[in-house]
C-alpha cells in the first residue's frame, strides 16, 4: 500500500493536474477567439454586431443551463461518461462552427460547445479522488486555469489567427477537446466509488439556502457583471484598435504586456487584502478601477497607447477580482454548501458572459462601439453600489460582521 506523505500523494497529484490541463484546454478553446472574432465576423453573410455578440456570448447561456444537470448527472451514471460526453459535445460544436459559412452556423456551433458543460463533474472527480483535507488546495489548482486560459488565448489567440485563420482556431478547439479525452481516460484514474460532496459540488436541497444568502448573492452579481464587462468589452476594443492603426495581426503585441502586467500590478493589492485585512477596500477599489477604465477606453479612441492604458487598468482590476471572487465564495459558505454556491456562482459568471455578448452587440450596432465602454461603466457602478454593503468573513473561517 502506497505510503501518505505530507500534501498529495502521488494519485492526487496525477488527478489534479490531469483534470486541471481538461478543464484549462477547453476553457482555452472557448476563449480562443475572443480577441479576434468581431474582425472575422465583419466578413460573414448576415454578421451583425449583435449576431456577432450572441456568437461570441451564447455558449455562456448553454453552459450556465447545463453545468448544474450535467453535475447531478454524474451522480447516477458516473463522473467519466458525462465528462467524455461533454467533451464530445465539445468537440462536435467545434467542427461545426469550423465548417460554418454564416454567422447562424457559428452561432449554432458555439451553442454546442457550451452545452458541453462539464465543469460540475471534473469537480466531483476531483472531490471523488481526493481526501478530505487536502480538496480545497486541488480545487483551487483546477479552478485557477480559467484565468490562465483566458491569458494564454488573449495573446495567441490573434497570433494563431495571423496563421490559420478564425476557422483554424476552431479546428484546434476540437483537436483540444479530443486529447482531453485521451488524458482523462489514460491518465485520470477511476474513483472506487463516488460520493456527493457537499464542498466540491451542486446538492439540490442546499439551493434554497444559498439563494436566500445576500453576502453570496452579491458575489453572484460581481461575477455576473465582471464578465458581462469583458465579452462586451472584446466586441469593441479590437475594432477600435484596428480604426487607431495597429494591424490586425499584432493586437497580441499590445494583449502581451498589459496582461503580464496587469498580473503583477495586482499582486501589492491582493497581499493588501490578504495580509493587511483590507479586503473589502482593495474589492471596492478594483470595482472602481473596472469601471474607469472603460471610461479611459472611451476617451481614448484613435490613439494605441491610450488604449493600452487603458487595457492596463482593466486587466489590474480584472484579474485583482476575478481572483478574488471565488476566494470570498468559498470562505462565505460553510463546506456543506460550498459546492452549491460554486455551482450557482459559475451559473452566473457563464450568464454575465452571454449578456455581455447580446448587450454589447445591440449597443454597438444601434449607439457604435464608443458606447459600449460608456454601458460597460455603468454597469461597473451598478455593481460598485451593491457592493457596498458586502460583509468581510473573519479569517478563521466563516462569515464575518461587517
Known sequence: MKKETEGLTQTERRATLGLAAIYGSRMLGLFLILPVFALYAEQLPSATPVLTGIAIGIYGLTQAALQIPFGLMSDRIGRKPVIVAGLI??????VVAATADDIWMIIAGRAIQGSGAIAAAVMALLADLTRDEYRTRAMATVGVTIGFSFSVALIVGPLFNA?????????????LALVAI??????????RRSSIHGEAEPVPGM????????QLLRLDLGIFCLHMILTALFLAVPLELVKAGLAENHHAWLYLPVMLGGMGLMVPFVIKA?????????FLGGIGLLGLAQIGLYAAQGSIWGIGAALLAFFTAFNLLEATLP????????????????GVYSTSQFTGAFMGGLAGGWVHQNYGTAMVF????????????????????????????G
Open 207 to 214: 439551493f434554497g439556502k444559498v439563494l436566500r444568502d445576500p
Open 374 to 401: 460608456i454601458t460597460s461603466a455603468i454597469i461597473a457602478l451598478i455593481w460598485l453600489l451593491a457592493a457596498q454593503g458586502m460583509v468581510v468573513p473573519v479569517k478563521a473561517g466563516g462569515s464575518g460582521a
Open 163 to 175: 496563421w490559420i485563420g478564425v476557422p483554424g482556431l476552431f479546428w484546434m478547439t476540437a483537436l
Open 89 to 94: 459535445l465539445f468537440a462536435i460544436g467545434s
Open 327 to 342: 476566494s470570498l465564495v468559498s470562505k462565505m459558505a460553510p463546506g456543506a454548501i460550498r459546492g452549491t454556491a460554486m
Open 182 to 191: 485521451v488524458i482523462l481516460l489514460a491518465v485520470i484514474p477511476t474513483p
Open 274 to 282: 490578504e495580509k493587511g485585512g483590507k479586503m473589502k477596500e482593495v
